[in-house]
């Protein structure tokens, strides 16, 4: 009744205009996180739409600081910057004549999403325009933080959640998240992007350089190097997962599932004979199926 009630509030142009901007934040979702949108699937509508709201948020700024044919960083950030306060402009009015940001601006306000936590992954997107590799783990942590973390902040507010203890579960299970899309991503994100995401003091404990994945040497160093670094990504799933049950059941079987999709990518890694270096490593369709039925039965291995 609440939602019928504020649509009645609504002039048929802010219908229209919130009509575009979901249908936009949804074809963004589909588009670049095929996983991702498959797990949505299961989230009831509304909890769908700001769902969309932050998969939108997240997306277009990552891909203006991953589009290789921005060659120059100063034109990256002029563009990220231009976005940002155009994104900043919507927030505090409250709408905006762009759908995407509008939408985004809506979806944000109506779950209560801290501006911090939205600023603090705008500074790890600015910050791959200036840090091209990281020392240690810790220092990849803390950029995770902002690129990961803070999502699965804002997720968590959307599904809704019965202890705050909820958090900080969340924001694990972000990072659990992106060190698979960096395992995966390795090729890609050195051949386009000139980024290394992969510690060097563990890369040097192995033996290897950031020469070794400009040549795509999958050796045995590498080998066990990639052993290290996927049984160090099921140890993040596992400290992450007491927290899905925190979760509103309304939303909690779409974390469930994407949970399962994710960590089985490190799986295909392992079935790939750690060779990241010949293509993308994903599940099919028919993979996914099985293992959300896995995730509805509790099964998260």
Not at 86 to 110: C, E, H, T, Y
Request: charged share 30%.
């Amino acid at each position: 009744m609440a939602i019928v009630a504020e649509n009645l509030a609504l002039s048929t142009h802010e219908l229209r205009l919130r009509k575009s901007g979901l249908d936009e934040c949804r074809r963004i979702t589909k588009k670049y996180g095929t996983s991702f949108y498959f797990a949505t699937q299961f989230f009831p509508a509304e909890v769908r739409e700001g769902i969309y709201a932050i998969y939108a948020f997240a997306r277009i700024p990552d891909e203006i600081v991953d589009d290789p044919s921005l060659t120059d960083n100063d034109e990256a950030i002029a563009r990220l910057n231009e976005w940002a306060e155009r994104w900043r402009r919507a927030m505090r009015s409250g709408v905006s004549d762009d759908p995407v940001l509008n939408f985004i601006a809506v979806q944000f306000a109506k779950h209560q999403i801290p501006i911090e936590d939205c600023e603090a992954f705008l500074n790890s997107m600015f910050m791959d325009e200036a840090k091209f590799a990281y020392e240690n783990y810790g220092e990849l942590e803390d950029y995770m933080y902002g690129s990961a973390g803070v999502i699965g902040l804002m997720v968590t507010r959307v599904v809704g959640y019965s202890s705050d203890a909820a958090f900080e579960y969340a924001k694990k299970l972000g990072y659990a998240f992106q060190l698979t899309n960096f395992l995966r991503d390795i090729r890609e994100d050195y051949d386009e992007l000139g980024r290394v995401y992969m510690p060097q003091q563990e890369m040097a404990r192995f033996g290897l350089t950031n020469s070794d994945i400009a040549l795509r040497n999958r050796d045995d160093r590498f080998v066990e190097f990639m052993k290290f670094q996927i049984e160090r990504n099921r140890q993040v799933y596992n400290e992450a997962l007491p927290g899905i049950k925190m979760l509103h059941w309304r939303g909690r079987l779409a974390v469930r599932v994407s949970y399962v999709l994710y960590k089985a990518i490190l799986g295909e890694i392992e079935r790939a004979n750690y060779n990241v270096f010949a293509g993308r490593v994903r599940t099919n369709r028919q993979q996914k199926i099985y293992l959300s039925l896995k995730a509805l039965a509790g099964v998260y291995e």
